[in-house]
């Protein structure tokens, strides 16, 4: 991190409350009654004021969707394509009864949806690589149990990467205010340079990519890099665009995690001391990091199911055997679902965490 955020960074977290260091582990929530059938769900999608609460069932449906979100992938409207793959991939293990026909889909002529579909596997069908950008200028794969395996020096203050469908890379440097794809050797083959101080970079299924700036905002910007859609954040390290088409931001600076639907409006806010990162999970709650050192996961009245204690921390992964995966100052630390360490990798301070 830039020096100068840094110090501001140090100076918030001395005043903010200390971190309790018990940890709650999350009870099992009780089985949902559906009275409604995935199908029904599905034809919601098209509404815009039913759609939030059609994603909203289908995700908590989860394994029982897998087969009408996959007769799905063949609806002749894209957006309802881009929805229903959007849900696949955050369902993860749970959708692999769709790999068959993503895969399909993925080798068909029709490149919008072919791109879609490789997209959607990225998540459905994860190899179990952990990908993490390190300060140090560095893509580091590591395996389950935190041993590196790859790596690829990129200049220094890398604090963001993502492993694409098609193989390469898309990287956040900050200090030198870009957002680039990279091949697996390094190689630039896009890239997006009208930022100030750019921390995160998502690619969407549309083929856009959401950038956060803490000093500009956030953007979303189409592969020839105009501007589409863009949102003022106070001070924002990352942002999640969700498949109801809203997007969760959090706001370092306004001590609150939000999510805004595609006009601007907020529809759901948490108030949490510098808050760095937050990823909504497939039971609709909320995965949420704060720079105090501590991982919550809150459901949508705000209340805390799950919590722990880390190291100052940037970013957490929550993988699909429930596992948490957390980067912050001194490295990577895996848990287990009860809060317990089960490795720590100290390869130095760390932006960003993901499973491929």
């Given at each position: 991190m830039h020096s100068g955020l840094r110090s501001i960074a140090l100076c918030l977290l001395a005043s903010a409350p200390q971190v309790s260091p018990a940890q709650t582990v999350q009870k099992a929530q009780k089985p949902i009654v559906h009275d409604k059938s995935a199908n029904r769900q599905i034809k919601r999608l098209e509404l815009p004021g039913k759609k939030s609460e059609a994603v909203r069932r289908l995700l908590r449906m989860g394994k029982a969707a897998t087969k009408d979100l996959t007769r799905a992938l063949s609806d002749p409207r894209l957006e309802i394509v881009h929805t229903v793959a959007h849900i696949l991939r955050m369902l993860g293990a749970d959708a692999k009864a769709a790999v068959p026909a993503l895969k399909k889909l993925a080798a068909g002529k029709d490149k919008e949806r072919a791109r879609v579909a490789r997209w959607a596997l990225a998540g459905v069908h994860p190899k179990g690589v952990i990908l993490v950008s390190s300060s140090k200028?560095?893509?580091?794969?590591?395996?389950?149990?935190?041993?590196?395996?790859?790596?690829?020096?990129?200049?220094?203050?890398?604090?963001?990467?993502?492993?694409?469908?098609?193989?390469?890379?898309?990287?956040?440097?900050?200090?030198?205010?870009?957002?680039?794809?990279?091949?697996?050797?390094?190689?630039?083959?896009?890239?997006?340079?009208?930022?100030?101080?750019?921390?995160?970079?998502?690619?969407?299924?549309?083929?856009?990519?959401?950038?956060?700036?803490?000093?500009?905002?956030?953007?979303?910007?189409?592969?020839?890099?105009?501007?589409?859609?863009?949102?003022?954040?106070?001070?924002?390290?990352?942002?999640?665009?969700?498949?109801?088409?809203?997007?969760?931001?959090?706001?370092?600076?306004?001590?609150?995690?939000?999510?805004?639907?595609?006009?601007?409006?907020?529809?759901?806010?948490?108030?949490?001391?510098?808050?760095?990162?937050?990823?909504?999970?497939?039971?609709?709650?909320?995965?949420?990091?704060?720079?105090?050192?501590?991982?919550?996961?809150?459901?949508?009245?705000?209340?805390?199911?799950?919590?722990i204690k880390a190291p100052t921390a940037y970013s957490a992964h929550r993988m699909q055997n429930g596992d948490i995966l957390v980067v912050g100052n001194t490295g990577v630390q895996r848990f287990d679902k009860s809060g317990k360490e089960l490795w720590f990798n100290k390869l130095g301070m760390a932006g960003s965490v993901e499973v491929y």
């Open positions: 200028g560095a893509l580091v794969e590591l395996d389950g149990n935190g041993k590196e395996t790859f790596s690829l020096k990129q200049g220094n203050s890398l604090f963001d990467a993502e492993r694409l469908a098609n193989g390469n890379y898309l990287i956040t440097i900050y200090t030198q205010r870009a957002v680039r794809e990279i091949t697996r050797k390094g190689r630039i083959v896009w890239e997006y340079k009208a930022l100030k101080t750019p921390m995160d970079a998502d690619r969407l299924p549309s083929g856009n990519t959401l950038i956060s700036d803490i000093t500009r905002g956030l953007i979303e910007v189409d592969p020839k890099g105009k501007i589409v859609w863009e949102f003022k954040t106070q001070s924002s390290y990352q942002a999640e665009r969700l498949p109801n088409g809203n997007t969760l931001i959090p706001e370092y600076g306004g001590n609150r995690v939000i999510e805004v639907d595609p006009k601007g409006k907020i529809v759901w806010e948490f108030k949490g001391t510098n808050c760095m990162d937050a990823d909504r999970l497939p039971n609709g709650n909320t995965l949420i990091t704060l720079y105090s050192g501590k991982i919550q996961e809150v459901t949508s009245k705000g209340k805390v199911v799950f919590s």
